[in-house]
C-alpha cells in the first residue's frame, strides 16, 4: 500500500524520467538518476558553499585543475603550469576551452571571476579561499585596490598567480569551486545568468538543461567540454526527496544512487542494508560536532565539562551505526579518541542545542541531551529549524549550541582550521578568535617539511580545543547503495561525486 501511495505521489517526476526509459531499452543506459534531497542554496558558483552546491558545482564545472580518481591533482582548463623558484609565483597556460554557449573560455574569465569574489561589495562566503594570493585579504578589506591583487591575465592563454607566501597545497585549492571560473561577457550583460536554465552557462562535464525549483534538476551531456569525448552518461536527473521516498526509488529501480554524499540512509534501516550488494561504507573527510557560541557561553571551564559530558563511542556504536569512528579532535584520525565522562551538577544551567531537522540529527541531538542530563544534570532543550534558518541563526550567533559538521573540500588539515581562522568569517560563527593560532596556521604556510608542518598544525588544533568553540564528536563516513552496474562513479573522501566517466555496463 505505501509503495501505491508513493507512486502515486511521484507521478511527475516519474514522468520526466520516462523517455530516459525507453532509450535505455534501446540502447545501454546512458541516463543516470539521484536525489539531492532539496533545492540547493546556490547553482551560482562563486556563492556555493553547502554540499549539494558545491557537488553541482563541480558537475558543471571545470577549474584550472582537477582530482582524479587516486586523489591525484591534474591539469584541467590548464594544460600545463609552472612554478617560481621561491613557489610564490604560478604561470598556468590554458588550452582551448569553450564555455557551454560555444564562447572561448579565456585566462582573463579567471581573473575577472576571481577578483569579482574579492571585491568588498561582493558578499560569498568563499573569499577567504583566495586570501593565499597576494594582496587578496587586503583587497577584500579596501585596504588596497584590486589592481594591486597577483591576478594577472598575460594573454587569453596564460595566468600568472603570485601567493603572498608559499603554499603547499594551492593545487589543491585550485580544484574547489571558489576558483571556478564564470563567463565574463554573459556576467557583464546578465548578473543574474545563474538563476534560470535559459541563460546559465558553464564549462563542465555537463550543463543545466532543466530546473524545476524544489522538483528536479537535469544535466546533459556539454557537447563543448574540452573532454568531452571521455564523458559516457547523456543524462543526470537530480530529484529532490525525502529520505524515506529514495529508498522506495531505490528499491524500484527509479535511482541509481542513494545516500552520501546528497542525503543520509535512515538509521533504522542500516541493519538491513549493510546486507545488501549495492551497500557500501567509504570513508568521509569530515567530522561532526557541536558549535558554541562562545558569546553567550563565556565560562570555558564550563565548555570544558560539555566535552567530557557524553560517551562518543557509544553514539556511534549502538545510536548511528554507520562505522562512524568517536572521536575528540576535529581533524580525522584513524584510530577512536573518546575522553573520560566527568560527573558535574549544572543544574543551574540553561541551554539550547539547534540542530536541522533530519532522522539522523534528531537522534542524535536526543542522545546528546540524555547524556547532559545523566552526567551533568543539565535539562538540554532541543530547537529543530530548517536548513535556511539554521544557517541564519548560526552566521547571527542566535544559539547556544549548534549541530554542525564540516566536511573538508581538499585533503589536508588546514582546511579544518581555516574555517575557526577568524571569527569574523562566515565559516567559524562561534565569536571565537585567537592570535597565537592565527599565527600558527601562518606559520604552517611558509613550511615545506611534511613532519614540521603537521607538528604546527596540531599545536593550532590543541589551542582550538583547549578553548572548546568547537566540541568534536566523531568522524563522518559515508553510508550509500549504488546499482551494481554503475561504473566508475567516483565519490572521494570530501563528499565530492563525480560523474565525468561514470557509465552503465
Known amino acids: 500500500m ?68 587516486e ?44 577578483k569579482k569574489v574579492l571585491s568588498p561589495s561582493f558578499i560569498t562566503p568563499n573569499a577567504t579561499s583566495l586570501f593565499v594570493i597576494k594582496n587578496a585579504k587586503k583587497a577584500k578589506e579596501k ?34 569551486g571558489a576558483f571556478f571560473a564564470i563567463n565574463k561577457n554573459v556576467d557583464q550583460k546578465n548578473k543574474n545568468w545563474a538563476l534560470d536554465k535559459s541563460s546559465f552557462v558553464s564549462n563542465g562535464a555537463f550543463k543545466l538543461s532543466e530546473w524545476k525549483k524544489n522538483d528536479i534538476i537535469e544535466a546533459e551531456k556539454n557537447e563543448f567540454y574540452w573532454d568531452k569525448d571521455k564523458v559516457k552518461l547523456e543524462k543526470i536527473s537530480m530529484l529532490m526527496l525525502t529520505n524515506d521516498v529514495e529508498l522506495n526509488m531505490f528499491e524500484l529501480n527509479e535511482l541509481d544512487i542513494a545516500g552520501s554524499p546528497f542525503s543520509t540512509i535512515i538509521i533504522d534501516s542500516l541493519e538491513n542494508l549493510k546486507k545488501d550488494k549495492n551497500f557500501h561504507i567509504k570513508p568521509y573527510f569530515g567530522t561532526s560536532f557541536l558549535r558554541v557560541n562562545t558569546k553567550k557561553i563565556k565560562d570555558v571551564d564550563f565548555r570544558q565539562a560539555l566535552v567530557n559530558s557524553f560517551d562518543r563511542e557509544k553514539i556511534v556504536k549502538h545510536i548511528l551505526q554507520g562505522e562512524q569512528l568517536s572521536s575528540s579532535r576535529l581533524i580525522p584520525v584513524k584510530k577512536s579518541k573518546n575522553v573520560p565522562i566527568i560527573k558535574k551538577d549544572y543544574s543551574q544551567k540553561e541551554i539550547t542545542l539547534t540542530y536541522m531537522g533530519n532522522d539522523r540529527a534528531h537522534i542524535l541531538a536526543q542522545a ?15 530547537l529543530v529549524v530548517e536548513r535556511k534558518t539554521f544557517y541564519e541563526k548560526l552566521s ?78 566523531y568522524h563522518l563516513t559515508q553510508n550509500f547503495l549504488k546499482k551494481e552496474n554503475l561504473k566508475d562513479v567516483f565519490i572521494y573522501p570530501s563528499g565530492f561525486i563525480d560523474f565525468k566517466y561514470a557509465y552503465f555496463e
Open 368 to 382: 546528546l541531551q540524555s547524556e547532559l542530563k545523566k552526567n551533568l544534570n543539565i535539562d538540554l532543550k532541543l
Open 396 to 473: 547571527k550567533l542566535d544559539y547556544d549550541l549548534a549541530l554542525s559538521s564540516w566536511i573538508a573540500d581538499f585533503d589536508d588539515p588546514i582546511d579544518f582550521l581555516n574555517v575557526f581562522k577568524y571569527k569574523d568569517s562566515s565559516t567559524s560563527n562561534t565569536g571565537w578568535e585567537n592570535q597565537e593560532y592565527i599565527e600558527l596556521l601562518e606559520k604552517s604556510e611558509n613550511i615545506l617539511d611534511h613532519k614540521k608542518r603537521e607538528k604546527t598544525l596540531k599545536k593550532a588544533e590543541d589551542i582550538l580545543l583547549k578553548d572548546v568553540p568547537i566540541i568534536p564528536i
Open 2 to 69: 505505501l509503495k501505491k501511495i508513493f507512486l502515486i505521489l511521484c507521478i511527475p517526476t516519474l514522468f520526466f524520467l520516462t523517455s530516459c526509459k525507453k532509450k535505455d531499452k534501446e540502447k545501454t543506459k546512458k541516463c543516470l538518476t539521484i536525489n539531492i534531497v532539496s533545492e540547493p542554496q546556490s547553482l551560482y558558483p562563486l556563492k556555493a558553499r553547502d554540499l549539494v552546491s558545491l557537488n553541482l558545482a563541480k558537475t558543471f564545472f571545470d577549474g584550472l585543475m582537477r582530482v582524479d580518481n
Open 71 to 114: 586523489g591525484n591533482i591534474l591539469p584541467a582548463v590548464a594544460q600545463s603550469y609552472n612554478v617560481s623558484e621561491d613557489g610564490k609565483i604560478y604561470t598556468f597556460f590554458l588550452r582551448d576551452s569553450f564555455w557551454s554557449n560555444g564562447e572561448k573560455l579565456t585566462a582573463d574569465d579567471f581573473e575577472y571571476t576571481w
Open 143 to 176: 585596504k588596497v585596490s584590486l589592481d594591486e591583487v597577483g591576478i594577472k591575465t598575460i594573454d587569453d592563454k596564460t595566468l600568472k598567480i603570485e601567493l603572498e607566501r608559499t603554499c603547499p597545497y594551492f593545487l589543491k585549492l585550485l580544484t574547489q
